[in-house]
């Protein structure tokens, strides 16, 4: 392997790592806060995709779908969260199993609107250039999401330790039970931390069209790539979703490059690895195994 | 009086099931009918193995398509490479692949409880369907593996479809009757106190992790006869079949049918196959309708099918 080729591969890697941190902040914020295991993830993540996928046909415009998509579906979770979780609010298990069945309903009406078929977006007018890097072209569009996870980890770090909100969100991921009992409205932080959550899947969503194919099943891949980011890097914290995520995504380009049929076991040797030494996860505060 | 006349009503209604394909020949002449049944009966093997895990154990797996895809890969594999159709050579290889790789991924995931055993399931699930779709020189990858023979037993074959039927039924039965034996035993009650208090399980001084080991192992390698099944059936094995759309089905039909019950298993995965492949060919929506369902049934009644047929009933009586 040249030092180019790894170059290369290390930019791809970090790139996907960079869009798994924006699915699994998600993931591990509704986690940590609700102890719901939103199994819907993969499907929100999908339908933010597709949706990003008709905005642009139907105005040319990317940046508006990237606003607009993850805003209509937080929203979406806004009022599903009450709707459907609220009434079985403290049966984990349950909740993650209702989930599945959201799950199954936004990916057949995906399959219905958008058909099964591989789609593409092609990156927005600007970013769709590459540039050299160390004497080899890479696509901008890539460097593009780096830089764009890396603001939106320094932002949400930023609401987690410096606003009265992320005072919120650590007290009720902290003990969320206690937060009712000093006087906040926990059933409308639940709701609104749904909210969000989901918004960042659908972000992911967008931001991942125009690199990765969508097609039917990318819902339940990349499900279960943000699960295995949260459960190394640990659930519940800002740090864990970042340092599974900078794991996670080079072990997978990587992967793919040396190890071709066993890709996935590269990934999963690190879990596994992970699990059996440190069963909080990397940074962690949640015991996961025993 | 009264229980023996349970006892023989149970058992023509079995055997009136086992011979379906020999008294519906009239009015199925398409055998689809023959065909569904045959279907539900896999799957509901497959849904009785992870209700010991799910339902009496309270080990919520969502990765059982594992052991399924890893059952009828093995019994497919055995035939063609070993040149056999021996039905004790295809049956003891997919128990043997489907034990060892339930014990496999057993071990990395009975020490976590709950969410995150689920979670650990999935991710594992995950991993071999992954290898399945991949290792084009062992499994066939994408294409899949096709051409797989059917079982003989001394001479006997079950070549054809309706006498494939009549073996599947046999084993639904023994599968079945199997679980009722598991769940009344010490080693059933000892299940159930670890779904009910795993903590004081363990105080009266049963090692917890090896229990819940070997149920997952058992039900891992009940789900592998339930694939071989399946791969006899299809002539023909997908790499979906080891895929988590399959172990999320699973667990739908044992919480729609009934989780910690005999039948509810059965009546779930006839339910769910009704719906995924019968509704599915009239109307476009068919996995709508059974996330609905699904939704409904978690919110309003967790019992499953089974549970509120039992309330009706009790009702009724009173």
């Given at each position: 392997m040249t030092g180019e080729l790894v170059v290369q591969q290390a930019l791809n890697g970090i790139s996907f790592g960079a869009l798994l941190f924006v699915l699994a902040a998600g993931l591990s914020l509704i986690f940590g806060m609700m102890d719901v295991l939103n199994l819907a993830h993969g499907a929100f993540y999908m339908l933010g995709a597709y949706l990003a996928l008709a905005i642009v046909r139907a105005t040319g415009n990317f940046w508006l779908a990237l606003v607009v998509v993850p805003v209509a579906l937080g929203l979406l979770g806004r009022v599903l969260e009450p709707l459907l979780l609220r009434r079985i609010r403290g049966l984990h298990l349950q909740q993650a199993l209702l989930t599945i069945g959201v799950a199954l309903v936004i990916t057949d009406l995906i399959r219905i609107v958008f058909g099964g078929e591989l789609r593409t977006l092609p990156a927005p007018a600007g970013l769709d250039r590459s540039v050299d890097v160390l004497?080899?072209?890479?696509?901008?569009?890539?460097?593009?999401?780096?830089?764009?996870?890396?603001?939106?980890?320094?932002?949400?770090?930023?609401?987690?330790?410096?606003?009265?909100?992320?005072?919120?969100?650590?007290?009720?991921?902290?003990?969320?039970?206690?937060?009712g009992a000093l006087g906040v409205d926990t059933e409308r932080l639940f709701a609104n931390t749904y909210a969000v959550g989901v918004g960042l899947a659908a972000l992911a969503g967008v931001v991942a069209a125009p690199i990765l194919t969508l097609q039917p099943g990318a819902d339940e891949e990349m499900l279960i790539l943000s699960l295995v980011v949260v459960v190394v890097g640990g659930l519940g914290t800002l740090g864990g979703a970042i340092a599974g995520s900078l794991l996670i995504g080079p072990a997978d380009s990587f992967g793919k490059v040396f190890l071709e049929q066993f890709s996935l076991a590269l990934i999963f040797a690190v879990m596994a690895l992970v699990l059996l030494f440190r069963p909080t996860g990397l940074l962690g505060r949640i015991r996961i195994g025993r | 009086?009264?229980?023996?006349?349970?006892?023989?009503?149970?058992?023509?209604?079995?055997?009136?099931?086992?011979?379906?394909?020999?008294?519906?020949?009239?009015?199925?002449?398409?055998?689809?009918?023959?065909?569904?049944?045959?279907?539900?009966?896999?799957?509901?093997?497959?849904?009785?193995?992870?209700?010991?895990?799910?339902?009496?154990?309270?080990?919520?797996?969502?990765?059982?398509?594992?052991?399924?895809?890893?059952?009828?890969?093995?019994?497919?594999?055995?035939?063609?490479?070993?040149?056999?159709?021996?039905?004790?050579?295809?049956?003891?290889?997919?128990?043997?692949?489907?034990?060892?790789?339930?014990?496999?991924?057993?071990?990395?995931?009975?020490?976590?409880?709950?969410?995150?055993?689920?979670?650990?399931?999935?991710?594992?699930?995950?991993?071999?369907?992954?290898?399945?779709?991949?290792?084009?020189?062992?499994?066939?990858?994408?294409?899949?593996?096709?051409?797989?023979?059917?079982?003989?037993?001394?001479?006997?074959?079950?070549?054809?479809?309706?006498?494939?039927?009549?073996?599947?039924?046999?084993?639904?039965?023994?599968?079945?009757?199997?679980?009722?034996?598991?769940?009344?035993?010490?080693?059933?009650?000892?299940?159930?106190?670890?779904?009910?208090?795993?903590?004081r399980m363990r105080a009266l001084g049963y090692g917890t992790l090896t229990l819940r080991l070997s149920v997952f192992v058992l039900a891992g390698a009940l789900a592998g006869v339930a694939g071989a099944f399946h791969a006899w059936n299809q002539r023909f094995v997908a790499a979906q079949d080891a895929g988590i759309g399959l172990s999320i089905s699973g667990i739908i039909m044992v919480l729609l049918g009934g989780a910690g019950t005999l039948v509810g298993p059965v009546v779930g995965a006839a339910a769910v196959f009704l719906i995924q492949r019968v509704l599915d060919s009239y109307i476009p929506f068919a996995q709508t309708v059974l996330g609905l369902v699904f939704v409904a049934f978690v919110l309003g009644a967790r019992q499953g099918i089974v549970g509120v047929a039992r309330q009706a009933l009790a009702r009724a009586r009173s």
């Open positions: 004497g080899n072209p890479y696509p901008v569009y890539r460097l593009f999401v780096i830089v764009f996870a890396a603001a939106l980890a320094a932002t949400l770090s930023f609401v987690y330790r410096r606003t009265r909100l992320g005072a919120l969100i650590r007290a009720g991921v902290g003990d969320a039970e206690m937060l | 009086m009264k229980r023996y006349a349970a006892g023989a009503a149970l058992v023509a209604a079995a055997a009136a099931l086992a011979t379906f394909p020999l008294w519906s020949k009239g009015w199925d002449s398409s055998r689809y009918a023959t065909t569904v049944l045959e279907n539900i009966l896999i799957l509901a093997i497959f849904a009785m193995s992870l209700n010991l895990l799910v339902g009496y154990a309270g080990m919520p797996s969502l990765g059982h398509s594992a052991f399924f895809g890893a059952g009828a890969y093995a019994a497919g594999l055995a035939g063609q490479r070993l040149g056999t159709e021996n039905l004790f050579v295809g049956l003891a290889a997919a128990l043997v692949t489907a034990s060892l790789l339930a014990l496999v991924i057993g071990y990395l995931s009975v020490r976590a409880a709950g969410i995150f055993f689920l979670m650990l399931t999935l991710a594992f699930d995950q991993m071999v369907f992954a290898y399945a779709f991949k290792a084009t020189d062992v499994t066939g990858g994408a294409n899949g593996l096709s051409a797989i023979r059917r079982p003989e037993l001394f001479g006997l074959s079950f070549g054809s479809p309706d006498s494939l039927y009549v073996l599947t039924a046999l084993a639904f039965f023994l599968v079945g009757a199997l679980t009722w034996a598991i769940v009344r035993s010490s080693y059933g009650r000892a299940l159930v106190g670890l779904r009910e208090n795993e903590r």
